[in-house]
């Protein structure tokens, strides 16, 4: 097994080309190595959204700041992932809670036995729901006892899983967020501090903003718009998730809520996704979202691994830019394009 880069904002290090003891831990078995190893994964697709499977180490490329890079490292294996399931259970939820819950457990029935999940909700407070598990019982038991409460702590939620739920979880791993994006009462955390954290989280994060403006009565400003309705179909959907573009799900409605609000909610979410290397998808309704749900596994689970050592040793805070390359043609490559020089760590950031 190779080094992997582990990303954390509480255990820098100083990149150095020597390696330390090994240390393995997790199901999976990874071994830990202190290098300037760089990893990241990497999906390969065809204009259709269609994973390309069969491709070689000698297919990719990779470039640090326009320099060609060696690919050291190269893993094209399926592997299990782990992902944790974030349901805002809100007052503004409270209208879509059957529609999330249905969602959500066709998320669960998309898993593969070696697949594991956490169950969390958050109104004002954030309630773990179900351990990391592949118990599909479970998990869906947890997904039912999701129940709407007072307040909207996101900020609070987010960072709690960013800092305290993935910092122990080996192999490939992944938030998926249901939420409108609008926060009322968190008191930790905020819109920089979460976003500040992401940049340097080696997971990936799939917010699935849904539309609540038009639930509430009464509401104050503006109204955000109508959109207009329009069925969206699997290839829609998984095109989306796969190629690298949002999709809008469903049909709006006539709102409650203001412009601002929910503009900042959406350009949140969208960082966030950015920031990881994940999708976020505008869902004005939970329509076809099994349809995301299977597209967001089946990314997870069919990627490559590429490694490479860095021809240059870079400071402490430099963000270095990367470009991968695959010498097929009318391919799309989805992959994170940067990372940021840590104190003795190098931690992927998409940008």
């Not at 994973?51 to 299990?80: A, H, M, R, T």
């Not at 994060?205 to 179909?233: A, E, K």
């Not at 350009?267 to 995301?292: M, P, V």
């Not at 021809?311 to 805070?317: D, N, Q």
Request: hydrophobic share 35%; proline share 5%; net charge negative.
């Amino acid at each position: 097994m190779p080094p992997v880069l582990g990303g954390g904002r509480n255990t820098p290090t100083q990149p150095d080309t020597t390696q330390t003891d090994d240390v393995v831990g997790g199901d999976d078995d990874v071994i830990r190595v202190e290098t300037n190893l760089v990893t990241m994964p990497v999906s390969v697709l065809d204009r259709d959204g269609r994973f390309i499977s069969g491709l070689s180490q000698q297919d990719f490329q990779i470039f640090e700041n326009g320099v060609p890079q060696k690919v050291e490292y190269f893993q094209s294996v399926e592997q299990p992932f782990t992902v944790v399931l974030l349901l805002d259970v809100s007052p503004s939820t409270q209208f879509r809670m059957d529609e999330i819950q249905r969602a959500a457990m066709a998320f669960v029935d998309s898993l593969r036995p070696a697949d594991r999940v956490m169950v969390m909700s958050f109104d004002e407070y954030i309630h773990v729901l179900s351990p990391i598990t592949n118990n599909r019982y479970e998990l869906k038991n947890a997904i039912r006892q999701a129940q709407f409460g007072d307040g909207t702590s996101l900020y609070d939620a987010v960072d709690d899983v960013i800092r305290r739920r993935l910092s122990g979880i080996e192999g490939r791993k992944a938030v998926v967020l249901f939420t409108d994006g609008v926060d009322t009462t968190s008191r930790r955390a905020t819109i920089q501090s979460t976003t500040d954290a992401a940049e340097e989280l080696d997971a990936l994060i799939y917010p699935i903003r849904f539309d609540t403006s038009g639930d509430l009565n009464g509401g104050m400003g503006s109204p955000v718009p109508r959109r207009q309705n329009r069925r969206v179909t699997m290839v829609d959907i998984l095109g989306a998730i796969l190629s690298g573009g949002n999709v809008n799900v469903g049909s709006g409605a006539p709102g409650g809520g203001t412009r601002a609000e929910y503009e900042r909610g959406r350009q949140y979410l969208l960082a966030l996704a950015q920031k990881t290397g994940g999708r976020e998808f505008e869902a004005d309704s939970i329509y076809n979202l099994q349809a995301a749900f299977t597209g967001i596994a089946e990314e997870l689970r069919r990627q490559y691994t590429l490694g490479y050592y860095p021809e240059k040793a870079g400071t402490i805070g430099e963000r270095r830019q990367i470009k991968i390359r695959v010498h097929r043609p009318n391919v799309v490559v989805r992959a994170k394009t940067s990372y940021i020089v840590g104190d003795n760590k190098r931690t992927l950031a998409g940008v």
